[in-house]
């Protein structure tokens, strides 16, 4: 690599002011971003992000599912691109980090490159997928996840939110839905910047994680129907309440958790109790499990142990539950080759780093699975995310943006 490539550092304040402009797009009182996939709000910063590419000289293809690609050439455009980027979307009370630090620094890593006149071999590729987050649209990750043939893009345009709004609909509505079939824009290698979202790297005052592995997610959809009656006149042993059944599965998942941990974990997000009212004893509640594991022997632990518990609590209550697992994404090793790369990358610009695995789901988990992928990980506050509090430093954003350019210009190589 020449001299010139080899010292190449992105603009730090340039990417710190991209992530503030864009903050504007769904900002919340408390500073952070609701931003829901395919929303009005994701609308505006995917407008504002495909002319921030074309004005880098990118051009920018939207696929079926709404996923953007926006492809710098390279000087062997027989090559496949190295793919780099994240999400824009948020959860409903996300940050302004989670997702958008990976794409909007992917587009500095291409401002950088044009600044400096460098041309690299293989050709890049920005890549904004549609809903990584699932809060809006389950599953998690769903566009890369059809993007790998996991699921089809019939399939995914079919999945409804809570209002019974589809995804094609939900595309159709921002004007989103792109002519490039899903899969069509190949990728050689991919990979993704992000906030580690957990509290490791800050604990151990490491600048980069060096992520070899992440996690397999088990969700399921749950519903329990009790019996409604009076709260009044119904004797406590005639009750079948939904809501106390309810609670004792949130008890069990947390035991059942604790149970295999370190390397478990799980929540119960949502719950909506049908026709709520004070004096009514809940006859129906709607809920879901999130549980997750790095270990494919524990997930099979953890859905057993949920199951049993499940089984256990509702005939000792006379309830009916049923849960049926929507998602399990197993758990990911990534490439070895790229996980070296990126450790190079950290190294020769002389930052700190320790090789970590991924709590959350990501992207780059679903193509790991089809082509090399690797992801760098830079400190949060607190290890805090899903949080309109999410933080982060401009240094340590800037030190990952850095990690990203140089990795990506190992796998693509310089033209001379
Ligand atoms: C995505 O943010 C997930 O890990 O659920
Ligand atoms: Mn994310
Ligand atoms: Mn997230």
């Not at 009044?232 to 941990?261: F, N, W, Y």
Request: proline fraction near 4%; hydrophobic fraction near 40%; include cysteine.
């Amino acid at each position: 690599m020449s001299r010139a490539a080899s010292n190449l550092q992105i603009d730090s304040a340039r990417l710190w002011d991209t992530i503030h402009e864009t903050a504007k797009f769904g900002r919340t009182p408390k500073g952070g971003v609701r931003r829901l996939t395919l929303s009005a709000e994701d609308k505006q910063v995917r407008d504002w992000f495909r002319k921030a590419c074309e004005g880098a000289g990118l051009e920018v293809k939207v696929d079926a599912l709404g996923s953007m690609f926006a492809l710098r050439k390279g000087r062997d455009m027989s090559k496949p691109p190295v793919g780099l980027g994240s999400h824009l979307d948020t959860q409903p009370t996300g940050g302004k980090y989670d997702g958008i630090l990976g794409t909007l620094a992917a587009l500095e890593v291409v401002r950088t490159l044009n600044d400096a006149g460098i041309e690299t071999e293989a050709p890049l590729c920005i890549v904004n997928w549609t809903n990584e987050e699932g809060s809006r649209f389950a599953p998690a990750m769903m566009a890369s996840a059809a993007y790998v043939g996991d699921f089809t893009t019939d399939d995914i345009l079919s999945r409804k939110d809570a209002e019974g709004v589809t995804v094609g609909q939900a595309l159709d509505g921002i004007g989103y839905r792109g002519t490039t079939p899903v899969g069509a824009q190949k990728l050689g290698s991919f990979v993704e910047l992000h906030i580690e979202q957990g509290p490791i790297l800050e604990a151990e005052h490491k600048t980069i994680g060096v992520v070899d592995s992440g996690q397999g997610v088990l969700w399921y959809d749950g519903k329990i129907t009790g019996f409604e009656s009076h709260a009044g006149s119904t004797p406590m042993p005639l009750r079948r309440d939904a809501l106390a059944t309810l609670a004792e599965i949130v008890l069990a998942v947390e035991t059942i958790a604790k149970k295999h941990g370190p390397k478990a974990v799980g929540t119960m997000g949502e719950a909506v109790i049908a026709n709520p009212s004070r004096n009514v004893i809940p006859g129906e509640i709607a809920f879901t499990a999130d549980l997750r594991s790095a270990d494919d022997a524990i997930m099979n632990a953890l859905d057993r142990d949920l199951r049993a518990a499940v089984a256990e609590i509702a005939g000792k209550r006379k309830v009916e539950v049923t849960l049926e697992l929507i998602w399990r994404k197993p758990p990911t090793h990534f490439d070895p080759k790229l996980v070296d790369a990126v450790q190079n990358a950290a190294e020769m610009l002389g930052y700190s780093h320790r090789r970590i695995t991924s709590g959350a789901g990501h992207d780059a988990c679903n193509l790991n699975t089809r082509i090399p992928t690797a992801m760098v990980f830079v400190p949060c506050k607190d290890g805090v995310s899903h949080n309109e509090l999410e933080d982060a430093t401009q240094s340590d954003c800037a030190a990952g943006a850095n990690v990203l350019l140089h990795t990506v210009l190992a796998l693509t190589g310089v033209a001379s």
